[in-house]
Each structure stands twice: as C-alpha cells, then as structure tokens.
C-alpha cells in the first residue's frame, strides 16, 4: 500500500523529533511505499539537509513553517482560470466575495477559540490541556472551531492567499471583537493590539499546512493512508486529505503536542493573553485530530491519558511503545561488568527539565554516607544559550558543593548554605521548581563560584565530573552507561525517558524520579522516588550502591523487560498490522481495466463487489468510492 508519512520538524530532515523513529519505521516496512510530507521548523533545519531516504521512500514534498514569505515554494495557487486572472495566480488580496467567505469562516475560529479560552457560558477550560468540560458550551466551540477550520481550508484551497488575509488589519479586528465578546476570560479580554497581533502571527505559521498545494490526485489523495507521526500542525494535511479524498487517518504521538506547548509556553515572553489564545487554538485542533483519526497510537500511557482528556475516543487509542536499537547495547548487557561499583551515572542532554541541581544536591548527600562515591554527568548542552548556561551553573553548583581538592568537606553546611538538599525534604525551593528555574538566591553564589571548579567539574580527579559522548574516556553510548554500576534519572519533565530504556538495553540498575512515564517504563525494575526530592534520590542511590547483588537483580530484570517491549521489531510488528487493519477497513469502489490490457491483476476487484446485498454505509465524510491504489487499476503493484 502507499502510506503517506506526514512530519513537523523532523523526518527526513537530519535534525528534529521522530527522525530515528520514523527512519526505522520507513526501512522496516519495505513492503510499502511512503511518500513524505514534511513541515521545516527553521532555516538552520533546512540547512543541514536531509538523511539518506531508503528506496520505498516515493516521494518527498516539503514545506516551511518559518517564514512569512508568501511566495514560499509549496503554497496553494488559486484554482480556475478566473481565480488566477483576479489573484494573479499567487497569494493576493482577495475580492470582495472572498473576504466576505474570510470573515465568515475566520469569526467563527475566533470565536471559538476566545470563547472556549473563557470557558464560555457553563463550561470551563482545563489551564494544562485546553481540553474543555462536557457540556453544551464546549460543544458549541468544538463545532465552531470546525466550521472555521474547514471553511478557511477551502477558502485556501479554492482560491489561494490566507496568510495574507490572517496577517490583514480584518483578521485583527474579528479577534478583537472576538476576545471583548461576554463570556471570555479576564486575560482573553484583556488582550492589547500587540497580543492580537502576536497571536496572528502564531496562528498564520500553525495555520500554513491549509495553504500548501499537496491536496491534489497526485499528492495525497494518491495514498491509501496517512500516517502523522505527531499531533497538532502535523495532523492538519491529515484532516484536509480526509476530507477532500476521505483517506484514513493514522495518528502517533510520543509525547502529546498540547502538554509539550503548555509547558513551552509557561516560559516564553509572549503574554498572558497570547498563551491562553495559543493554548486553547491548540487544545481544539487536537480534539478536531483525534475525532477525525481512524486510530491514535501515543507512545505510552502517560500520553493516552492527555490524549483522552483532550478528547480522544478510548475505543480508537491504542498504546504502541516507540522501538529502540538494541543489538549496540547486547554487548554491555550480557557481560559481568558492573560499572564503577561506587559511581553514579548521568545520561542525557543537559537543560533546566532534567534538574541537574537537585541531582548535584542529592550526591551531596551521598557523599556524606559514602565517601568514595563518583558521580559521573555525560551528555551535551541544548541547544542555544539557555542551554550553554545551564550547563554552567551546575558547574558552578559543583564547585561550590565539592571543593577541587576532592576531599568530601562540610557538605552538610554548604547544601544548607545553598537552599539544596539539607534543608527542606520536599527538595530545594529556589533551585527545582521547574523547566524555567532561574535558581533563586543562589544564582549569585553558583556564578561566582563559576571559574573556580578547575578539574573538579571539567572531567578532572575530583567527585564530580561533566563529560561529552565521543571523548577518549567515553568513546560511545553503550560506554556511557557501563561508567557507573547505577544510572539516574533526576527529571521534573519527562515524556517517553529514552535514556532510561537504554541503561536497562545494558542491565543497570536505575534511580528514576516520578515523571512521566517512568513508572510505567521501570515496571518495578528499578527505584523511583518523588521529583524535585534530592534526599529521597540520595537514599535511594546509597541503598543500591551498598547492595551489588540487589543491581545485578535489578539490572537483570530491567534488560528483560526492555527487550520485551522496547525493541525496534515489536514497534514494527504492531504498526504492520496497524496498517493493515485500517486499509481494510477503507472504503472502496470497483474500477474497470484499461482497455487492452488483459493482464492479471490480483484484488483489482474486492471480494464484497460480488456480494449482492447493500453495502455498508461508510463513515460521515468519507468517500464510498474510495479505492486504494493497490487494488486499482492506476496503482502500483506493490
């Protein structure tokens, strides 16, 4: 069958999300043939082009998000010779029918995302999922937001320039209006010009896939099935093939797009009233996705329940845990080795989210219950300076707490000094609120103490040091997790914990904190304690560091159950039969053969053709004629 893939930010691009996943999922389903719409999140993205596309990979087609350019390459022009000689072919200003259709469509968009954003009359909105309750309310915006949606789609499709019209003085205004209407929120009404505009510019980029020319016979109405490998602005070419051609839709997502920007947007410049727009357009979209997808396979329970608060049918989600290599951990987790049997591990990409503070409180601890005790921090800042920085104030946090002497020092003292983990039992209060910790009072201490960690911090003899994977002492990733005989996991935000299925691919035993889908991944293989805790983290590793036969148990028992669930070959088996079960339950349609072609062509004609009886009504909004390319007479043998 042909399965269009369709991305936001990632594949086939060489950096972005789901690139790995999707690459593997593209080569280990040879037997189909994938055509690639993806969406790019930047220049630099674009820059460093694509990966190598292996040979069932059709075609590709590609879209910026980035960039306000109308002439960009990949934009819809107007259909019908008169469209084209009142627009010039291109993205223009529409006539007079046109904005009149605009500001139909786009008033009822608006207010559906202003009203729900209030929680309308009766009905009230979620602050972390934009999910709204049950009720006449949160329908009647469900249905509004449809309406816009669909009817600027075909505005777009039929004559081309939305984003001229969402960036124009009249989109402004209807949001105005919109967002002074009763029944919004405070903040909603309280939004300036500059929020609307900001606003505007945000839903012009989420809004750009309904201005795209692949919604033709030769784009995605050619496929049999599309496959979002992510919710929200990914899904949208989804919807629109649906409802154009009535091709099914495959939803998967690992970490669910709605919690991701709430979480995104809780630190970002933008004001109160722009992030519960942007929160609320988002929290419609995904119930508009996930009501339209034949089937929703998110990567973990942890993002079933966000995707069924958001409004996903529990009968038409399907929990499918996202494969990871294996065979170049096999290796490290069948040999003897256990590691440092007094050092800790650390494994990831340093960032606020992982709260490498409460990690380098809580071995302050350790230390003071075991001497000896090394902790070793691998991995490479994110990217930007946010991430640079970071990276620096836990070095300086490292160097305050263990002096570059090496010897253990007043840990106690120090940690109370620095509100760390001494103090309070429920963790430090400056250092682990969250992802957009600015580290409180003892920021200061931490900078001062910045060019002073020598060799301590910089990967020299002291107890704690920060390396990168690639250096002579860590060639690669497998000798990443057998440096230490214990690997933790200190995050406050966590979706699907990769780094953790890998320490169990090597038989380590791990410390974990509660987030995300942690527990459900460890499965009672290794500790977990409370986040942003360092005393329980530190009891936890003192307790596995002085017994080595209960890690081996441990270590044991995890790289079982990795190999079990986590592995690239169960992913591929479960989309395999995915695929399979959707397409056959696609509507279809007989197609004559061309005229003097007398060649065999197996399932040219379904089997319920000859049945003679009534055949089942399909779905609202799909097309009964619908046939897959493989049973027709166009379509590839494969």
Known sequence: MRIGLLTDGGYPYATGESRLWCDRLVRGLAQHEFDLFALSRSAEQEAQGWVRLPAQVVGVRTAPLWTADEETLGLHAPRGPFARLFTGGGARTYARRERRLFTTHFADLAAAVCGAAGGERGGTAD??????????????????????????????????????????????RILE??????????????????????????????????????????????????????????????????????VPLLVTEHAVRVRAHYLASGGAPAGAPVRALLANFHGLLATEVYRQAALVTP?????????????????????????????????????????????LVWVGRIEPAKDLIALLHAFAEVRLAEPDARLRIIGAPAQGPAGAAYLERCRALAAQLFPSDGTAGDFDATVRDSGGAGGDADGPADECDGPADDFGRAAGDFDRAAGDFGRTASGGEGPVTFEEIGGPEVPDLAQAYGAGGVVVLSSVVEGFPISLVEAMFCGRATVSTDVGAVVEVIGGTGLVVPPRNPRALADACVALLRDPARRARLGAAARARALELFTVEQNLAAFRGIYLDLIARAPVRERPLPAGDDTPRPFATPPEAHVRDRWPVPDEGERADRTPSWAGAGGSDA
């Open 127 to 172: 602050a972390g999922t934009g999910a709204r309750t049950e009720g006449a309310a949160p329908r009647l915006a469900d249905e509004r937001f449809t309406r816009g949606l669909y009817g600027l789609a075909e505005l777009a499709f039929e004559y081309g320039g939305l984003p001229a019209a969402l960036r124009s003085e009249t989109a402004v």
């Open 177 to 246: 209006a919109a967002c002074r209407a009763p029944g919004t929120g405070r903040a909603v009404q309280t939004a300036s010009v500059a929020d609307l505009l900001a606003f505007t510019a945000e839903l012009d980029r989420a809004l750009r896939p309904l201005s795209l020319d692949w919604y033709d016979e030769d784009g995605l109405g050619a496929v049999d099935l599309c496959h979002a490998a992510a919710g929200g602005v990914a899904a949208l070419p989804g919807l629109l093939a649906k409802r154009f051609f009535g």
């Open 299 to 343: 990567g973990n329970t942890h993002a079933r329940r966000w995707q069924e608060r958001c409004g996903a049918d529990p009968a038409k989600v399907r929990t499918v845990y996202p494969g990871m290599e294996s065979a170049r951990f096999a290796a490290l987790g069948e040999s003897e080795d256990d590691g440092g049997p007094d050092t």
